[in-house]
Structure formats: structure tokens, C-alpha cells
């Protein structure tokens, strides 16, 4: 996790800067195992979120029942903002929440600063080829995140 870091924001702001494909990342997730996030595997969605959030925690319903029907389909990960949340409330969110997929830890909040959101939660949709095609900042309707991950499916 932490020894990607500053290769991946070199390499996010090239790619989304500069037109140049991404390299994959790694984060240390809760227990302190580290996810790579391979873009070239298929689709992906980052959930950048904080437990503070009221928007955060009034879509985490949403993305759950997504990930669940379409997990073959994608790579959902989220990113948990840690440096501005509490390590034992994001593991309380997750319970409360059922999250399976992977919640990573952005310590510094590198990834998020590459990727420059000024809100959360923040869903950026990427393709197989880890280009970004779609960004949603705020809480929004389960139908619209849908729509854009079926989108994100078919590029």
C-alpha cells in the first residue's frame, strides 16, 4: 500500500492528465492486507467515501445491493478517506453496512487527491482499460448509479 503511493499519483495524473494508462494501486485494507487495484481486469468503480458522511451512509444501502448483483461484472472497491475518519468507525460502518467488497484505506489521501473530488461520497467509474467515463459526487439514486455501471460494463 504504502510503497505505491507515489507511483500512483504520478501515474493517475498522467493517465487522466496526459492520456496515459494507469498502473495498478495497492491499499492495505482493515486488517492491514493489501488489494491491488488491477484496472485492466474488468470495469471498475471507486466509492470514495468517509463514515461521517450523511450522504456516504445514505448510499452505502445502494452500492451493497450493486456490488451484490453485479460483482462478476466489476471490481467495486471502497476508499476510505482514513486520515479523516476514525480506523474502529470505519470498521463499525462496514458491519453496520454488510460491505463485502473490499474497503481500502487511502492513508494520506493520496488516491483521492489524484483523483480530485470536492465531496463525498464520490463514485468514479472506470472502464476496462482504467479510463475514467463517469463521475458521480453526492448521494444519488440507486437507478443512476446502475445505469452507470452498466454503461461502464458495455465500453
Known sequence: MLLV???AGFTLYNYFI???KPENVTLNDLTGNSHTIAFETKPTVLLFFTTWC????????KVVTLYERYQADIN????NVID????QEVEEYVKKHGIQYPVLLDEGSYLHKEYGS???????????????????IG???????E?????????
Open 5 to 7: 503511493y507515489a507511483a
Open 18 to 20: 496526459k492520456g496515459k
Open 54 to 61: 450523511p450522504y456516504c451512509n445514505e448510499d452505502a444501502p
Open 76 to 79: 467495486l472497491y471502497g476508499i
Open 84 to 87: 479523516r475518519d476514525d480506523r
Open 118 to 136: 470536492p465531496g463525498f461520497p464520490t463514485l468514479v467509474f472506470l472502464n476496462k482499460n482504467g479510463r475514467e467515463i463517469r463521475r458521480i
Open 139 to 145: 448521494s444519488t439514486s440507486i437507478e443512476m448509479i
Open 147 to 155: 445505469a452507470h455501471i452498466k454503461n461502464a460494463i458495455g465500453n
